[in-house]
């Protein structure tokens, strides 16, 4: 090992710290992200659902006994859907849209299912006692519809939940992913609640190229087949 002189290196791991010891040689730096002034999160959803960018305001989408399904990412990710869940339910109850015709699925892919604990966690009990919040499962063909090919013969699987609702929302976070270039848009869905033989061979497809051709690329081959 290495007897020079060495420094304590924190690193979040779910609700926990753990600690590491890094050489000094070794290190070249310790990066964080840069410290903005914050604003107030839920005055920024609001605003965001009344100023939507390229498409109508949720209040004029909705429609009265519509059956409303929220499409969330899951625990992996750090999306405040607490926050923003309650905010997208109201305004659906306020146009007519009540509680029991909302349904919450939870993105996994082939993650494992949520557990109860962490559902309330990643949810919030305001959003777990108003709506149903159910775990998406890629294994159960029997919840899924097959909706074709896409353009390089991947099957497409989907949660028959999408086809049950008449309004579908998509809830997730925008960054960097090796398979999809970036998170966000159609990936939600696809391979988000899309069945396990559509979510390997679209991540097996990725494997066709470099990193280099696909992360952070807002135009790249996996995610033309997303589109």
Request: net charge neutral.
């Amino acid at each position: 090992g290495n007897s020079g002189p060495q420094r304590t290196i924190e690193i979040p791991f779910g609700a926990k710290t753990l600690q590491c010891q890094v050489p000094d040689e070794n290190l070249l730096g310790i990066f964080q992200p840069v410290q903005t002034e914050g604003k107030d999160e839920i005055l920024e959803v609001k605003r965001s659902l009344n100023a939507p960018i390229g498409l109508k305001r949720l209040a004029e989408l909705a429609r009265s006994g519509m059956r409303a399904l929220i499409i969330s990412d899951d625990i992996s990710r750090k999306t405040p859907v607490h926050k923003i869940i309650p905010c997208i339910v109201d305004v659906l109850n306020e146009s007519g849209v009540a509680d029991d015709r909302i349904r919450v699925i939870a993105v996994l892919g082939t993650h494992r299912p949520m557990t109860p604990e962490e559902i309330e966690t990643k949810f919030g009990r305001d959003v777990t006692e108003r709506v149903e919040v159910l775990n998406h499962d890629s294994r159960d063909h029997r919840r899924q519809t097959y909706f074709g090919e896409t353009p390089s013969g991947i099957p497409v699987w989907v949660s028959k939940s999408v086809l049950e609702a008449d309004l579908r929302i998509g809830i997730g976070s925008i960054a960097p992913h090796r398979v999809s270039g970036w998170s966000g848009g159609a990936k939600i869905v696809m391979p988000g609640i899309s069945g396990e033989k559509t979510v390997g061979l679209t991540h097996m497809e990725s494997a066709k190229y470099s990193t280099r051709d696909i992360l952070g690329k807002f135009e790249n081959p996996i995610r033309r087949e997303m589109e």
